[in-house]
């Protein structure tokens, strides 16, 4: 786990040394150790730097940036089973100087090319450099579970794991692109590729990238999808049948992340998805697993039942019950880690957890994407409900109704926005061609709605996330699973973790996230995964086989963090401090009297959409942080 640099350009020279100072930007990522590597070019400048968390042979023989032959490395992540690859490279004639798993992507892509990452199991982002094609290929997880961003304008690449970094780079523009914004407000993330800045942009995961050097010519091309994930035939295989194979493939996947020279610790919540795997860990184990839980007394704490759980599998459990305070002293810190605004209040304590982790591990284990890779999310059963009984209305009798519901929408716009927003979406869903049904109540249920967006930017022509192809999908569970992968997974949750445990200098790995599980787990049938009453049932099932159901048998709670009530009350000032008139003038994005509305409704605990006022906190927080009046042009 680590963080890569990369600077190229053929009119703009950069000394060694200010590269390692900019470098030095990424040194949470990599503390342990670092590298940097100059290719003068004929023409221009080439240079890769390297900010090393050592987890896999620890030695200095691990480290980067790596060369073999004509090929050159810098890369972040892991590669699991690199020894099973090793091994494969040796009968075919190579030998290693090092333990590490960056030598075998290295010689893997030296014999068989693009197609190496077919044999990879792990989350990475890489660079490798050719430097007799003078060429740069680039690849990203599939799942999108590390990072990478780049810039490309007027001759200047650069390449790095957080944005950050570029803002040191002379030729870098930080302008603003409106329509991040606007995604941001809406569903408080950026999707991929876009970023907040013009000209930047993220690698999308399972996609190569290759850069023609001369040219500054990009060629993109996806080698893993997950829509086809969800378009292959459900498995032929009786519930127990599956039952059986999916405890194979998850034991499997949480085994191969352990592998570490480290030593490794779980973030157990109390829930069915990081128990499970814990309890999977620890019961071939005589040693005991470090576990961690964080709880927030103020609200709805849940770390009583993860010491419940922790008690009953005999691990090594630590757990922090955060006060007011700590999580008041982590905001400041927010918008330096996350340097793209990330909407997502659980970032508080992801950062509190990791930070009690890192005093005894260095690498933690969490559960995330269970609930995306097997049907967890409330969203989905209600959603699926809504579906069910709205089809009962004939087409026909729909679009009857959509007119009537248009007409009778008008009046209430401002004076019964839930109404409205309500009337508003069933008019479209009659009238929708666009999306499958099932996509159009699930976005209409995360975001924030086009006209209260538009009433914050002055903007009613809203952009819209690309749409799924869910023609051939098996059916409406699989279609909102697949919006989940494509975009809240990897551009929020997944950033959320990433720079969350990277500011505390430690890995986290997400055995849910691996791709054969994800590819087992998608051709299910629908009803061992869910019903009306619950979600994640087969793997329910296989965890009370462990721990007694009457130890987990109950309503999910997650980080509960009180953050809009202490928002009302003794966080207040940083309403005042950041959605001021003053402070919008800054920017001009938003219309200061429709943000002052927003805050008066706030605070009479009467605002509907709740979540835009952490966003616009955030983003001024964020814009403050990283731009200037002379860069954050429209």
């Not at 003078?134 to 490309?152: A, E, N, S, W």
């Not at 002293?329 to 970032?347: A, M, N, Q, R, T």
């Amino acid at each position: 786990m680590c963080g890569i640099l990369g600077f190229y350009s053929k009119n703009k020279n950069l000394e060694l040394g200010d590269f390692y100072s900019i470098l030095q930007t990424l040194n949470h990522r990599g503390p342990d150790d670092y590298g940097v590597k100059e290719f003068n070019l004929p023409d221009s400048k080439l240079i890769f730097g390297h900010k090393r968390l050592s987890i896999n042979d620890t030695s200095f023989m691990g480290n980067q940036p790596m060369s073999f032959e004509h090929l050159h490395i810098v890369f972040n992540g892991e590669i699991y089973n690199f020894k099973e690859i090793k091994v494969e490279l040796i009968a075919q004639g190579y030998s290693f100087e090092s333990l590490s798993d960056t030598e075998v992507i290295l010689k893997a892509f030296h014999l068989w090319g693009k197609n190496c990452v077919s044999r990879f199991t792990g989350m990475f982002a890489f660079v490798i450099f050719n430097d007799l094609e003078k060429t740069l290929t680039i690849c990203r997880d599939r799942i999108g579970v590390k990072p990478f961003y780049y810039y490309l304008n007027n001759g200047l690449f650069l390449f790095a794991s957080e944005l950050k970094a570029f803002h040191k780079f002379t030729g870098f523009e930080a302008t603003i692109d409106k329509e991040s914004l606007v995604y941001f407000l809406q569903y408080g993330f950026i999707s991929n590729p876009r970023s907040i800045f013009e000209n930047t942009y993220k690698l999308e995961p399972g996609f190569w990238l290759e850069l023609e050097l001369s040219s500054l010519t990009i060629k993109k091309e996806s080698y893993w999808n997950i829509e086809e994930c969800f378009r292959k035939p459900e498995v032929d295989l009786s519930y127990e049948e599956a039952s059986t194979e999916l405890e194979a493939v998850i034991q499997k996947a949480a085994n191969y992340r352990m592998v570490a020279d480290v030593p490794v610790g779980i973030f157990l919540s109390g829930g069915y998805d990081s128990s499970y795997i814990t309890a999977l860990l620890q019961k071939e184990r005589t040693e005991k697993l470090k576990t961690f839980t964080i709880g927030f007394p103020e609200g709805k704490d849940e770390t009583i039942y993860a010491k419940a759980v922790a008690d009953y599998l005999g691990t090594d459990h630590t757990q922090l019950n955060c006060t007011k305070k700590e999580a008041e002293e982590i905001i400041p810190d927010l918008v330096y880690y996350f340097d793209e605004p990330c909407g997502d209040v659980s970032c508080i304590p992801t950062i509190l957890i990791s930070r009690l982790a890192s005093k005894s591990v260095k690498v933690v284990i969490s559960a995330d994407g269970g609930d995306e890779v097997l049907g967890g999310y409330f969203g989905y059963r209600q959603n699926l409900k809504r579906l069910d009984y709205l089809n009962t209305i004939p087409r026909s009798l729909g679009h009857s109704i959509s007119k009537v519901l248009t007409q009778l929408s008008e009046p209430f716009v401002k004076q019964m926005p839930r109404f409205n927003h309500r009337l508003k979406g069933l008019t479209e869903f009659f009238e929708v061609d666009k999306y499958n049904k099932s996509e159009y109540l699930l976005r209409n249920s995360v975001k924030i709605p086009d006209f209260y967006i538009s009433s914050l930017i002055g903007n009613s022509g809203l952009p819209e996330l690309p749409g799924l192809d869910s023609r051939r999908m098996r059916n409406a569970l699989s279609v909102m699973q697949l919006f989940d992968f494509k975009f809240s997974l990897p551009d929020v949750l997944l950033v959320k973790v990433d720079r969350a445990t990277m500011s505390a200098s430690i890995e986290c790995r997400e055995p849910f996230l691996d791709h054969s599980l994800i590819e087992f787990a998608a051709t299910l049938p629908k009803d061992y995964i869910v019903n009306n009453s619950s979600g994640k049932i087969i793997l329910k099932d296989l965890m009370h086989k462990i721990v007694p159901r009457e130890l987990m048998d109950r309503p999910k709670v997650g980080f509960d963090l009180p953050l809009f009530d202490w928002l009302r009350n003794d966080f207040g000032y940083l309403i005042d401090e950041n959605l001021s008139e003053m402070e919008l003038a800054k920017h001009g994005f938003f219309d200061p009297e429709a943000v002052k509305e927003t805050v008066r409704l706030f605070r009479e605990n009467r605002l509907l959409y709740i979540d835009i006022i952490w966003r616009l906190i955030i983003f001024q927080m964020w814009f403050n942080k990283w731009c200037s009046l002379t860069t954050s042009k429209i």
